[in-house]
């Protein structure tokens, strides 16, 4: 992941500013969903920015066919493809 050197303060209520900069940069508009994800171990705190429910998590391409799988997981055809050569290849390194 690459750092940015932002530094904003925490306001009165606990709310951080997003800079218009990683707005701009991530698409995202006023009101977007944004979860927040955090690594206590690492002491860290997550944005990410939520996507359309039917998203594929790989390709990012949004429709009617993609699936869901357990976990939350959606793939659209394109996507599962490429996660099942990334899988075989990996395999086929192992042996």
Request: net charge positive; glycine share 8%; proline share 2%.
């Amino acid at each position: 992941m690459k750092s940015k050197g932002i530094v904003q303060k925490v306001d009165g209520l606990g709310r951080v500013t997003l800079p218009i900069e990683i707005r701009r940069i991530f698409n995202i508009k006023e009101k977007a969903p944004v979860k927040i994800f955090m690594n206590e171990n690492e002491d860290k705190i997550i944005l990410k920015k939520k996507g359309h429910l039917l998203e594929c998590m790989v390709t990012g391409e949004i429709s009617l066919q993609n699936r869901l799988y357990s976990g939350g997981v959606v793939l659209s055809t394109r996507g599962a493809e490429i996660l099942f050569e990334q899988f075989m290849n990996e395999k086929i390194r192992e042996e």
